[in-house]
């Protein structure tokens, strides 16, 4: 347990280094030495005269510290300037703040104004304190909520103030305007509407203080069309502050991704903003559409924007691609969303030699009794010459000679030929695989061979010879009987 | 080897690769999307040879019937007199294609709405030619137009691919389609030459006349012309097709079909069809069908005849092919969260033949089942399981297969498959058992490389009592590369910032 007085102890020995460290913010015991020093300017020279450096030198320390009147101090006046992004001038504004005060009525403004808060004693100085610069300049409002005009009075744009490093930067403090709901959606209280300038100035001042057009590209992919964007300066150290893009309050319902498509119209400006084409390309195949061929793409002087993760629908289990029939000829249009026929005919095409993703693994072995009684329309996707009869041919299948030259296939029964007329009627695409038609013409042929008659049920040969004698003159010669 | 083996191998093997190091920065002025598929796959089984022996030396198996002395079953009863034929086990024959396909979409070119389409393949077998169905010829042109899109008219010239109720149609030529958008109707119409049927290639190619069979002297000339009308509860589309000789002006073809697709309710879908042939005068391939689908389960039942279609250069419509009628059903459930069980049965009958004779009985009837089921047992794994079993005129067989999936990413999946096959064949001398083990594995290695492979084992055991009863075992090997390039609009960074329900990331 802890002992009681140990608080206390801690307190007594913290409270004045915490005191020390918020009098002495610039490591200088300012009120150490007030009874020394009546005036600013015995050590800051610089704030009076345009030759002299705003800090002291060495040598006016150790006129006291030279380790006999005072021990040794080890100070050397800074010779690089202050990184600042501020545009003050100790002489210029002692010159004109003086007049100008006495015009108002009021009294010229010491040191003190701006280092000393109002009512403390002499030599309790601070960094500027900049509520009692806003006071002087008659700016009622908290630092980061002065109007916009007013930010130029004291402070460079980002791009101007070189030497600020991005530490600095960094810390710069968050406008209540920026934290407003409206700020990042389009509106009177948008950072659109804001940024704009008045007068000849195309950006407002309030926006190039802290930030600078690189700054605007991490979110804006219509950038380079934005002339308020493009007013403002490349600076790469306004990265610095980091811009979180976030999806507008629409893109939040629950239908959005089935309904976007309808609400964009014609109308694909409203995206360009956060969206290149490539955020629509990540999802949408094939050749994009017009909403999508106006955005731009991505590309150097504009944000990368919005990348969309393409999702698969939630129907699409592991074994989708088994029942994806009824549903795609169902809804073949929310499938075109994101497949191409490219995407279809991977499977269903008539092109061999490519890819065999749509027959099941195993399915050569059993497709004879597949293709028999068309489990499904072979012919639609295959060719059965170039197909069926080139692999059936170099696995000894094919007819190689004219029947009954004893070329007969290796595994057939030899009392095939006697009922093959069911067979052949029935699966005559099978027959074409292997058979060439003289084959058939053997026997069945008018002009030769046994003359038997192939011709069957349904057959029409007043009209099959109107539409093409050729087939007829096969086996019938010149000779084409009517009836 | 093909006709062009010496440049369609060093095609089909650098083509990728130049094409990755070069495309990008020479379209850089156009948007363009380019997909290469190159497939190396390899198959060897052994081939048969026919041999025939005097008939004076042939010899009686005991309850078998002629035979050579060392066992093989022969056919003494056609070819030269005196002598007996049969086929020997021949030399191992080994296909090994090597097929780079390239699909091409272009736009940017200046005229708003006007895109450059080109799909095409080189091709060649690095072994025996004509092993592997459809490697020749070794350079094919399956799609190459120009296609203007304006919002109501579009245009396209060039060789294109139509697809529709009555199958692909390739052809040189123009189509022009009209929207009325208002209405939801559109309708197209189109000429030029054509291409043979499902395959990319005119009727005058070799490729397309293995065994040295007739075959037209010119290319058809094709028009047609599809009407769609499609609202939020029905799809309604006809299409014609015309293909004339232009050497004599017969006709090689002349059909119509007509769909209709109605949604009876937001799950339930009837869907019908029918194809008319005017050159033959008769009721083409036909189907009525009503699916319901809903998250957990949908179902099917359709009823549809069959009837093959033959164009009128060859004469295989005048031996009177007739039709088959069936009715099959399918449905799928998913009981529990990850099992989906599904099922499908049909049974067919052909009309009369008018061909049957008392000497040989053949079936005119037959059914086909099968029930199946997949499971994912745990996050990444996939088992499966299938039976399936199917009798009638031809063939008949019963399968049983299986195989595990596993899925460590949305980007890889590996699996293993085994199933073994009996397959009795109706005119076959002998049946046989066909037994497959593969495994195969698919990695998306980037956004724009794919690599995928599969190697199987497939082992037929014959059962003939003599000596030919040799096997037919394969090893198929297959390696797939696919590389997808684009200009701006394809080159995406992975989603480092995706815009989600609720703000960014």
């Known amino acids: 347990m802890m002992p009681r007085w140990l608080p206390a102890l801690l307190a007594s020995l913290l409270l004045p280094l915490a005191a020390a460290a918020q009098q002495r913010p610039d490591g200088f015991d300012h009120p150490a030495h007030a009874k020394l020093f009546p005036r600013c300017e015995t050590c800051h020279v610089g704030a009076v005269r345009p030759d002299a450096s705003i800090w002291p030198t060495t040598a006016s320390c150790e006129s006291c510290h ?57 030599m309790t100085t601070r960094r500027t304190i900049v509520g009692q610069c806003l006071d002087c300049h008659k700016l ?38 920026h934290k407003d709901p409206g700020f990042m959606v389009k509106g009177l209280k948008g950072h659109g509407a804001l940024a704009k300038g008045s007068g000849t100035i195309r950006v407002s001042a309030s926006c190039s203080t802290c930030h600078a057009r690189d700054f605007c590209l991490s979110c804006h992919v219509n950038a380079p069309e934005t002339p308020l964007i493009q007013g403002l300066g490349p600076d790469a150290r306004s990265l610095a502050i980091k811009a979180e893009l976030k999806a507008p309050a629409t893109h939040r319902s629950a239908d959005f991704d089935r309904r976007h498509g309808t609400r964009i119209g014609a ?45 698969k629908p939630v129907n699409h289990t592991a074994n989708f691609g088994e029942k994806h029939g009824p549903v795609a000829s169902a809804a073949a249009r929310s499938c075109s969303t994101c497949h191409v026929r490219t995407t279809c005919l991977e499977c269903h095409r008539p092109d061999a030699a490519r890819t065999s993703g749509f027959h099941p693994t195993g399915f050569l072995n059993r497709h004879p009794s597949a293709a028999y009684a068309r489990e499904a329309s072979c012919s639609d996707c295959h060719d059965s010459r170039q197909f069926c009869a080139s692999c059936h041919n170099q696995a000894g299948m094919t007819s190689s000679r004219l029947l009954g030259t004893g070329a007969n296939y290796p595994d057939a029964k030899q009392t095939f030929l006697f009922g093959h007329g069911q067979t052949a009627r029935q699966g005559l695409e099978s027959c074409d695989s292997c058979h060439a038609e003289r084959d058939c013409l053997t026997c069945h042929s008018s002009v030769g061979g046994r003359r038997f008659n192939p011709h069957g049920p349904g057959f029409d040969p007043n009209r099959l010879a109107r539409k093409n004698p050729q087939m007829c003159a096969a086996c019938h010669g010149l000779n084409i009987p009517r009836r | 080897m093909s006709r062009l083996p010496l440049v369609a191998l060093p095609a089909a093997l650098l083509l990728p690769v130049l094409v990755a190091g070069l495309a990008p920065e020479a379209a850089e002025a156009q948007g363009y999307k380019l997909r290469l598929d190159a497939r190396y796959q390899s198959v060897s089984f052994r081939g048969v040879d026919l041999d025939s022996i005097p008939s004076t030396s042939v010899v009686q198996l005991s309850g078998q019937g002629p035979a050579t002395p060392d066992g093989f079953a022969v056919d003494c009863g056609t070819g030269t007199p005196g002598y007996c034929y049969f086929y020997r086990p021949g030399n191992r024959l080994r296909g090994q294609p090597l097929t780079t396909t390239a699909d091409l979409t272009a736009w940017g070119f200046g005229v ?9 393949r080189v091709a060649t077998d690095l072994a025996d030619r004509t092993v592997w169905p459809g490697s020749e010829p070794a350079v094919v042109v399956t799609e190459g137009y120009a296609e203007y899109a304006t919002e109501y008219l579009t245009g396209r010239m060039g060789r294109q691919l139509i697809t529709g109720r009555l199958g692909y149609q390739g052809f040189d030529g ?44 010119s290319r058809q000339l094709l028009v047609g012309a599809d009407v769609a009308w499609r609202h939020r509860a029905f799809d309604l589309r ?5 293909e004339v000789d232009p050497e004599v002006d017969y006709f090689v073809s002349e059909r119509a079909a007509a769909s209709a697709e109605v949604h009876l309710a937001p799950k339930l879908r009837v869907a019908g069809g029918a194809e008319y042939d005017f050159a033959n005068g008769w009721w083409g391939t036909a189907e ?103 009798f009638g005129p031809g063939a008949s067989s019963r399968t049983v297969d299986g195989g595990l999936t596993w899925r460590p990413s949305e980007r890889t999946f590996f699996a293993a498959r085994a199933g073994t096959l009996d397959r009795p064949l109706e005119f076959r001398f002998s049946d046989s058992k066909v037994n497959w083990v593969a495994v195969s594995g698919d990695v998306e290695l980037s956004d724009r490389l794919r690599l995928a492979s599969d190697i199987g084992w497939f082992g037929e055991e014959r059962r003939r009592p003599d000596a030919a009863a040799f096997d037919l075992n394969q090893v198929r090997v297959s390696t797939r590369l696919i590389v997808t390039l684009g200009s701006a609009a394809d080159r995406l960074p992975r989603a480092v910032r995706p815009v989600t329900p609720g703000g960014s990331q």
């Open chain 2, 174 to 217: 123009a189509r022009a389609s009209y929207r009325f958008d208002g209405a939801g109707v559109e309708v197209a119409a189109f000429g030029g030459w054509g291409l043979a049927r499902a395959v990319a290639l005119p009727v005058t190619s070799p490729a397309l006349n293995p065994l040295d069979d007739y075959q037209p002297r």
């Open chain 2, 112 to 120: 708003r709405g006007l895109t450059i389409r080109a799909s095409g």
């Open chain 2, 238 to 242: 006809a299409e014609y097709r015309r």
């Open chain 2, 288 to 390: 009525a069908s009503a699916t319901y689908t809903d998250r957990r389960w949908y179902g099917t039942i359709e009823a549809r005849r069959y009837r093959p279609f033959f164009d009128l250069w060859t004469i295989w419509g005048a031996f009177s092919p007739v039709p088959f009628r069936s009715v099959r059903g399918s449905a799928a459930i998913e009981p529990v969260k990850g099992l989906w069980i599904r099922g499908q049965a049909e049974r067919y009958q052909f009309d009369p033949d008018e061909a049957e004779t008392p000497l040989v009985s053949a079936e005119d009837r037959g059914w086909r089942a099968q029930i199946g089921a997949t499971a994912a047992v745990a996050r990444q794994w996939t088992l499966e399981a299938g039976l399936r079993s199917e």
């Open chain 1, 66 to 122: 030279d380790g006999t009147i005072e021990r040794r101090v080890r100070w050397s006046p800074r010779s690089a300037a202050v990184p600042t992004n501020l545009k003050f001038d100790h002489l210029v504004h002692r010159r004109s703040a003086g007049p100008a005060a006495s015009r108002a009525g009021g009294a010229p403004p010491t040191c003190g104004s701006c280092h000393q808060p109002s009512g403390s004693g002499w």
């Open chain 1, 140 to 177: 009622p409002a908290e630092h980061l909520a002065v109007a916009d005009t007013a930010c130029s009075t004291c402070h460079l744009s980002l791009v101007d103030a070189k030497t600020l490093p991005e530490s600095r930067i960094k810390a710069f403090g968050t406008p209540p305007s």
């Open chain 1, 267 to 311: 109308r694909a400006e409203k995206c360009s903003t956060c969206h290149t084409r490539e955020s629509c390309t990540a999802c949408h195949a094939g050749v994009p559409a017009p909403a999508v061929r106006a955005l731009a793409a991505f590309g150097p002087g504009r944000a990368a924007g919005a990348l969309v993760a393409r999702k």
